[in-house]
């Protein structure tokens, strides 16, 4: 016999004075173990169930991958890269890409009744 199993079964079908007091407290306790741990595993399984709609999402405000200029602007306003044709043309020989869409964005704020909010407004182009 396990170690644990004779453990448990002494304590759940214990003799003693205290029995009619223990036995309750110790089968709340071991339904509240059982709730908790059916409660984590429950919002473990939302958490990953809804990992693909949340990167959609994220995916969805911008893009996998955003090519700009390098330097020391801290601000929201990228400097512009030059769409050279052969440049572009390099780009769209990548079986990976599936599109080039060119984009700019200004920082700006916009108030509503009470309220100020810093806002940045993106831009695409047509096509």
Known sequence: MYFERFIASRILKGEGIGIRFTNPLLRIAIAAIALGMAVMIVSILVVTGFRKQITDKVIGFGSHIQISSFDNNYSYE?????????????LTKDPDIKGIHPF???A???KAEEDIEGIILKGVDQN
Do not use: H, M, V
Not at 81 to 86: K, T, V
């Open 78 to 90: 990228e400097t512009p890269i030059s769409a050279s044709p052969s440049f572009l043309n390099d």
């Open 104 to 106: 700019a964005s200004k």
């Open 108 to 110: 700006g704020i916009i």
